[in-house]
Nanobody, 124 residues
Framework: QVQLVESGGGLVQPGGSLRLSCGAS????????MGWFRQAPGKEREFVAA???????YYADSVKGRFTISRDNAKNTVYLQMNSLKPEDTAVYYC??????????????????WGQGTQVTVSS
């Protein structure tokens, strides 16, 4: 089973940018669909973005046009570039791995491995 470690979170002002990274432990990383989810205090975990093993990318409407997900299979790493950050983007961000299929990339139950999470705070 793959193990995931996120990094790159922090405090940023509204309108700023951050790049999150998620490193995976297994050489079979390229066969996994990868997702980013987030959970704000008092709210349920929600889908942010996904990139499937074949490279198809998907985004939540709330981040479309501002966030970009990418993967580097040679480095066993998935990234989330976050631009034009808003206070409502404040949350713990989690990276996840699984074989989700075409229809379930936005469902957290479709992923079987999760990282520990990294805090992103957008505040002036």
């Amino acid at each position: 089973q793959v193990q995931l470690v996120e990094s790159g979170g922090g405090l940023v002002q509204p309108g700023g940018s951050l790049r999150l990274s998620c490193g995976a432990s297994r050489r079979t990383f390229s066969t996994y669909d990868m997702g980013w989810f987030r959970q704000a205090p008092g709210k349920e975990r929600e889908f942010v973005a996904a990139v499937r093993s074949l490279g198809n990318r998907y985004y939540a409407d709330s981040v479309k046009g501002r966030f970009t997900i990418s993967r580097d299979n040679a480095k066993n790493t998935v990234y989330l570039q976050m631009n034009s950050l808003k206070p409502e983007d404040t949350a713990v961000y989690y990276c996840a791995a699984g074989q989700t299929g075409t229809s379930y990339y936005s469902s957290d139950w479709a992923y079987d491995t999760w990282g520990q999470g990294t805090q992103v705070t957008v505040s002036s």
